[in-house]
């Protein structure tokens, strides 16, 4: 009388394809997104908490992608708008600095000071020139992509990604070079 014939409707066929979309988007891109928010935020919960919400907005609008080889960039572009969010959200608390305590719990292994410091030379960087080398080191995009989401002009970014990698060896061989005198 009716046989096993499934029907299936257009929207459920629609819904089947933007989630198989969205699953190999989130595959493929996901351990990216996720370095760069860690980088960018600096407080790995808070960096899963803003990825998770990229991707929920990222799902909400997948429609809107046209291009896929542009999804990297769009999803970068709509994880700064969410942490950019969460800052219009918040009410921070004020700490007296001199209550405060500071230690390095890394401090004692030498396994891994050159990363340390490398990470702190990154991060004593102006913001200007910190965002567009961790674009290009950790994203891996390039002069055009990086302007495009930072909505600069080629050429400036070119300059800040020189200067960033200047400071960044000054600071590298300054360190070395203090370490040097204080050994020696």
């Known amino acids: 009388m009716f046989g096993n014939k499934i029907d299936v409707s257009p929207v459920s066929t629609d819904m089947m394809t933007k989630q198989k979309r969205y699953e ?16 960018l935020i600096k407080d790995r919960a808070i960096a899963e908490d803003v990825v998770q919400e990229t991707f929920l907005r ?4 997948l429609d809107s992608l046209q291009d896929e080889s542009a999804a990297k960039s769009w999803l970068i572009t709509i994880l700064r708008r969410e942490n ?18 500071v230690s390095d719990p890394g401090a004692s292994s030498d396994g891994h000071a050159e990363n340390r410091q490398l990470r702190k030379a990154i991060a004593s960087l102006s913001d200007e020139y910190r965002e567009p080398i961790v674009m290009q080191v950790l994203m891996g995009f390039n002069g055009d992509e990086i302007a495009k989401q930072l909505n600069l002009n080629k050429n400036t970014v070119m ?17 070395q070079a203090v370490g040097v005198q204080k050994n020696g």
Do not use: C, N, P
């Open 24 to 39: 190999a988007l989130v595959k493929a891109l996901h351990a990216d997104v996720f370095r760069y928010a860690v980088w």
């Open 58 to 61: 990222a799902w909400k609008s």
């Open 84 to 101: 950019a969010r969460r800052f219009e959200r918040k009410q921070f608390d004020l700490v007296d600095i001199d209550d405060v305590s």
């Open 159 to 175: 300059t800040r990604l020189f200067r960033a990698r200047s400071q960044i060896k000054e600071i590298m061989t300054g360190d």
